[in-house]
C-alpha cells in the first residue's frame, strides 16, 4: 500500500515531518464573537516560512502534537 500524502482538500498520513500549515493555517477564517483570541511574537528560523511558523505555534496551542505523534514517526527539530 502506498502512503498517502496532506493536501489542503484531502488529509491522509505518512510518516515524518508534516507542514502545519496544511491544517493550521487558514487565512480565508472569519474570526467569530465566540472565539478567544491570542497574539504570539513569533521568529521563524531561516528557511521557514513565516506561515509555516505560525501554524506550527496554532498547532501547538491546540491538539496539533498529542493528537497526531503516533502518525508523525520523525520530527526536525532543525526546521522549527
Request: hydrophobic share 30%.
Amino acid at each position: 500500500m502506498s502512503p498517502q500524502t496532506e493536501t489542503k482538500a484531502n488529509v491522509g498520513f505518512k510518516a515524518g515531518v508534516k507542514e502545519y500549515k496544511l491544517t493550521y493555517y487558514t487565512p480565508e477564517y472569519q474570526t467569530k464573537d465566540t472565539d478567544i483570541l491570542a497574539a504570539f511574537r513569533v521568529t521563524p528560523q531561516p528557511g521557514v516560512p513565516p506561515e509555516e511558523a505560525g501554524a506550527a505555534v496554532a498547532a501547538e496551542s491546540s491538539t496539533g502534537t498529542w493528537t497526531t505523534v503516533w502518525t508523525d514517526g520523525l520530527t526536525s527539530l532543525d526546521r522549527y
